[in-house]
T-cell receptor
Framework: DTGVSQDPRHKITKRGQNVTFRCDPI?????LYWYRQTLGQGPEFLTY????????KSRLLSDRFSAERPKGSFSTLEIQRTEQGDSAMYLC????????????FGAGTRLSVL | SQQGEEDPQALSIQEGENATMNCSYK?????LQWYRQNSGRGLVHLIL???NEREKHSGRLRVTLDTSKKSSSLLITASRAADTASYFC????????????WGAGTKLIIKP
C-alpha cells in the first residue's frame, strides 16, 4: 500500500492518560500535516512539517500536544493528560510540495476519551 | 479558523439527479480544491481549480470558480448511491505555499 497509513485506527483511553498516534506518509512526500476533525466539521489544522522541521503549530494547540517527525519520514502525535474534549478524529496528510498542494490523507485515528 | 463555508450543510436527492454544492471563501487564493470524505474515513482529493480558471471538468464532476465573488460550486451529475459522502472545499491561500483552509462541508445523501 503506497498511501498514507495511520495507526491505530481507534483508541479508547481514560481521562488523564497519554496517547501516541503514528502516521506514515507517502514515501516521496516531504510535507506532512496533522489535523483534528470533530463530527460535522471540516479538518482543523494542528501542525505542519517540511521534512523533519516542524514549521507551524496551531495557536489552538495546547502544550499537551506534541508532534515529531524524526528523519523526515514517519510522524508521531502525542497527547498528554488527555481530556474528554480531545475526543475526535485525528487525520494525517502528506503532500509533495508542489504549488498545487494536493494533500493525501490517511484513514485517521479516532480517539475516544472516557 | 475556517475560511471556506459550504452551502448547503446537507443535501438529500434521488439517485440520478444532479447535486450542486457551493463554497465561499475570504482571502486571495492560488487554487481551490474539493475533497470527498466517506463516513469515518480520510479525505480524498477530487478536483483542483486554479485561481485563473473559471471552470473545470472531471468525469461527472464540474467545478466553477468566481474569484470576484470568492465562491465556487461543485456539480455532480447523474448522482449514484456511491456518491453519498461529505464534500469539503479547501483553499490554498496565495500568501501560503503549504496551508489549506477548510470549510465545514456539505453532507450529501443519495437516495436509491
Amino acid at each position: 500500500d503506497t498511501g498514507v497509513s495511520q495507526d491505530p485506527r481507534h483508541k479508547i483511553t481514560k481521562r488523564g492518560q497519554n496517547v501516541t498516534f503514528r502516521c506514515d506518509p507517502i514515501s516521496e512526500h516531504n510535507r506532512l500535516y496533522w489535523y483534528r476533525q470533530t463530527l460535522g466539521q471540516g479538518p482543523e489544522f494542528l501542525t505542519y512539517f517540511q521534512n523533519e522541521a516542524q514549521l507551524e503549530k496551531s495557536r489552538l494547540l495546547s502544550d499537551r500536544f506534541s508532534a515529531e517527525r524524526p528523519k523526515g519520514s514517519f510522524s508521531t502525535l502525542e497527547i498528554q493528560r488527555t481530556e474528554q474534549g480531545d475526543s475526535a478524529m485525528y487525520l494525517c496528510a502528506s503532500s509533495s510540495g508542489t504549488s498545487k498542494n494536493i494533500q493525501y490523507f490517511g484513514a485517521g485515528t479516532r480517539l475516544s476519551v472516557l | 479558523s475556517q475560511q471556506g463555508e459550504e452551502d448547503p450543510q446537507a443535501l438529500s436527492i434521488q439517485e440520478g439527479e444532479n447535486a450542486t454544492m457551493n463554497c465561499s471563501y475570504k482571502t486571495s487564493i492560488n487554487n481551490l480544491q474539493w475533497y470527498r470524505q466517506n463516513s469515518g474515513r480520510g479525505l480524498v482529493h477530487l478536483i483542483l481549480i486554479r485561481s485563473n480558471e473559471r471552470e473545470k471538468h472531471s468525469g461527472r464532476l464540474r467545478v466553477t470558480l468566481d474569484t470576484s465573488k470568492k465562491s465556487s460550486s461543485l456539480l455532480i451529475t447523474a448522482s449514484r448511491a456511491a456518491d453519498t459522502a461529505s464534500y469539503f472545499c479547501a483553499t490554498a491561500r496565495s500568501d501560503s505555499n503549504y496551508q489549506l483552509i477548510w470549510g465545514a462541508g456539505t453532507k450529501l445523501i443519495i437516495k436509491p
